[in-house]
């Protein structure tokens, strides 16, 4: 079996995917805010064997449940938040490979401003950054920045014209030998090697030139989170890493092997996309000790704060349904991956409001194991072959205790499978073996000799 890909999912928020447990006596819901926690943090996972930390991100208030935010912000549910760009420097500097994956928005952010803040975040972790690429979901971060939510499939035709934006910055516009430090010739950077972009397209007009020199990736490792079929077919032009949720292996094995069917019709190779999914990991000594700390979680779940995050990604005001209601596919401009994991990636289940409320409380959507050291990895193991996927982004129910079970009692058990792939150099070279995209992505094609 290939290695497996070990990412620790979290947002700095007081609470992530997992409703109420800021109560739990074990629980620090204020750590999300102090720099001295992340720091130890960002070294108990590289110890721990994990390649990257991926940081989840909004810019606004699950404001659907209700017709208002009241639940979410009581819940502190994904509320407030921090922005996560700004702590990779200080991580960067506490660690030697692990790697960074931070959430950006292309619906609101300028790709002009991103790719500068990327370029610098290249150089200043080594070449560990990675982008996760997200198209957006709330109407309430849109209506703070000026402007609507695109309906879904036109914000995937945007985000491919901001892509060729980024990559025109990154690989196009400043030359790998313009960078002289000549004193003899008064030539720091020559500037023949350095030139305007000149986009011009529906969406942006970017002259350039780029500001910032590209770093020891150019791009940034590239993670994409999507299932949708436009989500899938943007994630098989562009994403090295496309990041799935669903509950069991059999809803998300469809999807693999749709992204990874997809990858020809863009001429790339199948080992050009790696895949991960969501698992919240519950581990202890014992199964039984997992199992009492897992049920001492369960008492203090806020079943009405997990319908407000699903109705804050899906647009859906799950308020006016029964308990009894069962969940359908149906049209929505929100975050459709999130709807189907409970329709149409799991065909063969009715999912009620209720059992929605019970599953997504601890986690949300994606499953929870619980175990021993030896449990859990006999499930990530299965896990990786019926669903076809590369590894796992590792959620918790409460960051310290789960993270630090976690790489006390499941990585020495990876360890002694040799599942685990503990590299070193840039991200991407740990990852695929080369700190550059292949001449077979798209952003090559901006490429300067």
Avoid: C
């Amino acid at each position: 079996m290939q290695g497996m890909i070990l990412s620790a999912l979290d947002m700095l928020v007081p609470t992530h995917q997992t409703s109420g447990l800021w109560r739990h006596p074990a629980a620090a819901p204020e750590q999300y805010r102090d720099l001295d926690f992340w720091v130890a943090h960002a070294k108990l996972l590289e110890e721990a064997g994990f390649d990257t930390v991926f940081f989840a991100d909004v810019a606004g208030v699950y404001d659907v449940y209700e017709g208002s935010g009241r639940t979410a912000i009581r819940a502190g549910m994904q509320y407030p938040l921090l922005d996560p760009l700004l702590l990779i420097s200080a991580l960067a500097r506490a660690t030697t490979r692990l790697g960074f994956g931070v959430t950006a928005n292309v619906s609101w952010e300028s790709p002009f401003l991103l790719a500068r803040k990327f370029a610098t975040l290249d150089h200043l972790t080594g070449g560990r950054i990675a982008w996760n690429i997200v198209t957006g979901y709330q109407e309430s971060a849109l209506r703070n920045i000026g402007g609507g939510l695109l309906p879904h499939d036109q914000r995937y035709d945007r985000a491919d014209e901001y892509m060729d934006v980024v990559y025109g910055l990154w690989e196009g516009s400043i030359a790998p030998d313009a960078l002289r430090i000549d004193a003899a010739t008064n030539t720091y950077l020559d500037p023949d090697r350095v030139r305007p972009i000149n986009h011009r397209g529906q969406w942006f007009d970017v002259p350039g030139p780029a500001v910032t020199l590209p770093g020891p990736q150019r791009v940034p490792f590239l993670f994409q989170a999507g299932s949708s079929p436009r989500g899938i077919a943007f994630a098989a032009k562009h994403a090295e890493a496309l990041f799935f949720a669903g509950t069991t292996p059999d809803n998300v094995r469809p999807l693999v092997d749709a992204a990874r069917g997809r990858l020809a019709e863009e001429d790339r190779a199948p080992s050009e996309m790696r895949t991960i999914t969501s698992v919240t990991v519950i581990a202890a000594e014992t199964d039984a000790a997992a199992r009492q700390r897992y049920e001492s979680y369960l008492r203090y779940v806020d079943e009405d704060a997990a319908l407000a995050l699903f109705a804050g990604w899906t647009g859906l005001d799950l308020s006016t349904y029964g308990p009894d209601d069962v969940l359908e596919e149906v049209h929505i401009e929100g975050n459709r991956s999130a709807l189907q994991s409970f329709t149409a990636m799991d065909p063969d289940r009715a999912w009620t409001i209720r059992d929605l409320a019970a599953h997504m409380t601890i986690g949300g959507r994606g499953p929870v194991v619980v175990g021993s050291g030896e449990t859990v990895a006999d499930e990530l193991e299965r896990w990786m072959m019926e669903s076809g996927v590369d590894g796992f982004n590792i959620d918790h129910a409460l960051r310290g205790p789960d993270l630090t079970a976690f790489a006390e009692h499941v990585t020495p058990v990876l360890r002694r499978r040799g599942l685990l792939q503990e590299g070193t150099g840039t991200l991407r070279s740990q990852l695929t073996g080369a700190d550059l995209l292949p001449d077979t992505h798209p952003a090559a094609s901006f490429r300067r000799g």
